[in-house]
């Protein structure tokens, strides 16, 4: 057997002065590096202590941690029970620690001049998550958990923080007066008044509660919200494809969704006011790139004239409109709530679909970001040109459909 390894002085010394101070084995190991992957501070600590030549412990109490160190076992059953209930594949174990037990750590490794130290917090989330690992086959996951768990060392206590679960899917919106999100009353400000009957919202539902409220009850959730490709005004009907969107459930206990149920769970919800089209599992990066998206998005206005007009006038205004670059001042109907800009949007294509005296329907496809009823009636002269304008008369739009967003 190879005789043990000797110790430079100057680290047997400072391995003494931390063993006098009544410490366990543990919290020698963590002190001293440089720490090994998958070697437990307990061993490398008794192996230290016998390499140096150091006392035995005399006492099982350890001046620097309190005890903490062996509450490993206790700890990882309170997060385990935490975690009881939840789905998931990938945690990750963070921990407060005393700030009293912080100081002194901090205050003997400066007296000793001690560099590489695994620190008590790092030490406990280290072997929690190594016994969670074993115990739930789970994996640690420092960068995208789906799941934290935050220990309280103090008090043996567990908090989590759960991931949000994302689906992707489309949506078509087949009546008006249907908002894409939760619109809240403009009055009370969503606390519930007389005007909105006590709801605190201005529409009944929304997109987003019909699709979202049957995957909370699926999933467990607590929360939610909707992230569209965009929006279309709350009297417009969404057709074709249907819009792109990422519902986000909140603090779900379930991540799998199974979507035989959820389909014919959201079309009960919807009662035939919105339909989804797909939805599978997608991730929280993917909302800034949809969010980011630039679409084309293709449209049906059915326009009402102030008088009639002769078809080869109206062909001529379509036709000058039609690849014209749109200069576009933040419209009066949102002013309050987006900052007063031009913004220049591009009218692809512009072209009348039928006329019946002086109601025409229009096919406009327009870049992303074009308002479409301010492209009609030019809201005042803050729209130009506008369809309104090129012809010579008032237009009112009446209807207005979204056919087609080209995302593919």
């Given at each position: 057997m190879d005789p043990p390894r000797a110790e430079p002085s100057a680290e047997v010394d400072r391995a003494r002065a931390a063993a006098s101070r009544g410490i366990c084995d543990t919290c020698l190991g963590r002190l001293f590096g440089p720490h090994v992957k998958g070697e437990s501070s307990s061993v490398r600590g008794a192996a230290l202590r016998e390499r140096a030549a150091l006392p035995a412990k005399e006492s099982a109490e350890c001046w620097l941690c309190e005890g903490t160190c062996g509450d490993y076992a206790a700890l990882a059953a309170v997060a385990e029970a935490a975690l009881s209930g939840h789905e998931f594949q990938t945690l990750l174990v963070g921990t407060t620690v005393d700030p009293v037990l912080e100081r002194r750590e901090a205050q003997l490794c400066g007296e000793l001049g001690l560099a590489e130290v695994r620190p008590l917090r790092q030490e406990v989330n280290r072997e929690v998550g190594l016994a969670l690992e074993a115990k739930l086959g789970k994996a640690v996951d420092?960068?995208?958990?789906?799941?934290?768990?935050?220990?309280?060392?103090?008090?043996?206590?567990?908090?989590?923080?759960?991931?949000?679960?994302?689906?992707r899917g489309r949506y078509r919106k087949l009546e008006r007066g249907v908002p894409q999100t939760r619109w809240p009353c403009r009055s009370c400000r969503g606390r519930g008044c007389s005007r909105c009957g006590g709801t605190g919202k201005m529409y009944d539902t929304s997109v987003e509660e019909i699709?979202?409220?049957?995957?909370?009850?699926?999933?467990?959730?607590?929360?939610?919200?909707?992230?569209?490709?965009?929006?279309?005004?709350v009297d417009a009907l969404m057709l074709g494809r249907g819009r792109p969107f990422i519902v986000e459930i909140r603090r779900p206990r379930a991540r799998?969704?199974?979507?035989?149920?959820?389909?014919?769970?959201?079309?009960?919800?919807?009662?035939?006011r919105v339909e989804v089209l797909d939805l599978t599992p997608c991730a929280r990066a993917d909302v800034a790139l949809l969010k980011d998206s630039d679409w084309e998005k293709t449209y049906r206005v059915l326009v009402s004239l102030e008088k009639d007009i002769k078809d080869d006038q109206i062909n001529r205004v379509?036709?000058?409109?039609?690849?014209?670059?749109?200069?576009?001042?933040?419209?009066?109907?949102v002013a309050h709530r987006r900052a007063d800009l031009v913004r220049k949007r591009r009218a692809t294509s512009v072209r009348m679909?039928?006329?019946?005296?002086?109601?025409?329907?229009?096919?406009?496809?327009?870049?992303?970001?074009?308002?479409?009823?301010?492209?009609?009636?030019?809201?005042?002269?803050?729209?130009?040109?506008?369809?309104?304008?090129l012809l010579g008369v008032a237009c009112e739009v009446r209807e207005l459909d979204v056919l087609e967003i080209h995302d593919r």
């Open positions: 420092f960068k995208d958990p789906d799941i934290a768990v935050h220990l309280d060392a103090r008090f043996n206590t567990a908090t989590l923080q759960v991931k949000s679960a994302y689906f699709v979202a409220v049957p995957l909370m009850r699926l999933l467990g959730g607590e929360e939610h919200a909707l992230h569209g490709a965009g929006r279309e005004d799998t969704l199974d979507e035989a149920k959820a389909i014919p769970a959201i079309a009960a919800e919807a009662r035939g379509c036709a000058e409109l039609s690849g014209c670059v749109i200069d576009q001042q933040t419209p009066t109907r679909r039928s006329k019946q005296g002086p109601a025409i329907e229009l096919e406009i496809t327009g870049q992303s970001g074009l308002y479409v009823k301010e492209f009609i009636h030019g809201d005042e002269g803050r729209t130009n040109p506008s369809f309104s304008k």
